[in-house]
Nanobody
Framework: QVQLVESGGGLVQAGGSLRLSCAAS????????MGWFRQAPKKEREFVAA????????YYGDSVKGRFTISRDNANDTVYLQMIRLKPEDTAVYYC????????????????????WGQGTQVTVSS
């Protein structure tokens, strides 16, 4: 079992920044890979960012490339999502997720590749 708890969401003006955190527990952190997704009202859940299985590679959704950065603190079993130059269309509930086995590059962005999910944290970007 892996427990994931997100934090750091809030209300920010367009052009601003936020850093989301996801604290993991329940299983050795290095034995799974982490990712971030988001879901806006009336839209499907969207891939945001993820680590490759080794932890050295990172992947990003097209809409956030160059603005969002995923990182991890292995000492504290925490994954971060640094978001800059935020836009109103970034407004969504952000979820972190963990996958317990390797995936191909094309599978990394798929929701079905992930085994555990956090409860989500709301990010609202005002114009």
């Amino acid at each position: 079992q892996v427990q994931l708890v997100e934090s750091g969401g809030g209300l920010v003006q367009a052009g601003g920044s936020l850093r989301l955190s996801c604290a993991a527990s329940g299983r050795t952190f290095s034995t799974y890979a982490m990712g971030w997704f988001r879901q806006a009202p009336k839209k499907e859940r969207e891939f945001v960012a993820a680590f490759g299985w080794s932890g050295r590679s990172t992947y990003y959704g097209d809409s956030v490339k160059g603005r969002f950065t995923i990182s991890r603190d292995n000492a504290n079993d925490t994954v971060y999502l640094q978001m800059i130059r935020l836009k109103p269309e970034d407004t969504a509930v952000y979820y972190c997720a963990a996958r317990l086995s390797p995936r191909t590059i094309t599978e990394v962005p798929a929701e079905s590749s992930y085994d555990y999910w956090g409860q989500g944290t709301q990010v609202t970007v005002s114009s």
